[in-house]
């Protein structure tokens, strides 16, 4: 068994996200962010629509993490 812990963000219409390593960048109407989250110690993956940030067998720094990165992708979108 293996114990993952994750969060999704979902990408609106109109919007692209790329991911090269832990790098992303997103395209939308009013412009083009790019970030780099080779920091973190957790995975960022595109899973169709959605985002996906997840780390595998997380301790209290990747669990913190986790919800830090998912949330500057979503304002990164927003």
Same mark, same amino acid.
């Given at each position: ?5 994750? !969060?999704?963000?979902?990408?609106? &219409? $109109? ?5 090269? $390593? %832990? +790098?992303? !960048?997103? !395209?939308?109407?009013? $412009?083009?962010?790019?970030? &780099?989250?080779?920091? +973190? ?5 595109? &899973?169709? &629509?959605?985002?996906?940030?997840? +780390?595998?067998?997380? %301790? ?6 986790? $919800?830090?990165? +998912? ?8």
């Amino acid at each position: 068994m293996v114990y993952k812990e994750f !969060r999704v963000v979902e990408i609106p &219409d $109109g919007v692209q996200v790329e991911i090269e $390593g %832990k +790098a992303v !960048r997103v !395209r939308g109407p009013l $412009g083009e962010l790019k970030r &780099d989250f080779s920091h +973190a110690p957790v995975e960022i993956r595109l &899973d169709g &629509d959605k985002v996906v940030v997840e +780390a595998y067998w997380p %301790k209290k720094r990747e669990r913190a993490m986790i $919800g830090t990165v +998912a949330a500057h992708i979503k304002n990164m979108i927003i």
